[in-house]
């Protein structure tokens, strides 16, 4: 399987940007599909955004999409989500994962395999 280490966390003001990355270990990395979540204090994970294993097709939950972009650099076997015009309610602790998926993009968190520890992100008013 794939390891996966977040980081780009942090606090940012309403309004702001911020670009978490996802490093994974493994040979296979360019095989999956990845995909981020969220989870804020009280309310289940959910999912924001995906990419299929190509690199070809993102995929984004209505709540952030204009405002997030998801890319990958398959040479850096990272992935990336650039998240703009921040607001409150992005408040959450944010979690890569990977999905051996190939014929579509997944958006379940049963369809992955893999998942990062976390990173917190804060978005203050």
């Known amino acids: 399987q794939v390891q996966l280490v977040e980081s780009g966390g942090g606090l940012v003001q309403a309004g702001g940007s911020l670009r978490l990355s996802c490093a994974a270990s493994?040979?296979?990395?360019?095989?999956?599909?990845m995909g981020w979540f969220r989870q804020a204090p009280g309310k289940e994970r959910e999912f924001v955004a995906a990419?299929?294993?190509?690199?070809?097709?993102?995929y984004y939950a209505d709540s952030v999409k204009g405002r997030f972009t998801f890319s990958r650099d398959k040479a850096k076997n990272t992935v990336y989500l650039q998240m703009n015009s921040l607001k409150r309610e992005d408040t959450a602790v944010y979690y890569c994962?990977?999905?051996?998926?190939?014929?579509?993009?997944?958006?379940?968190?049963?369809?992955?395999?893999?998942w990062g520890q976390g990173t917190q992100v804060t978005v203050s008013s």
């Open positions: 994962a990977a999905s051996p998926t190939r014929a579509t993009i997944p958006v379940r968190p049963e369809d992955f395999v893999s």
């Open positions: 990419i299929n294993w190509s690199g070809s097709s993102t």
């Open positions: 493994g040979r296979t990395f360019s095989s999956y599909a």
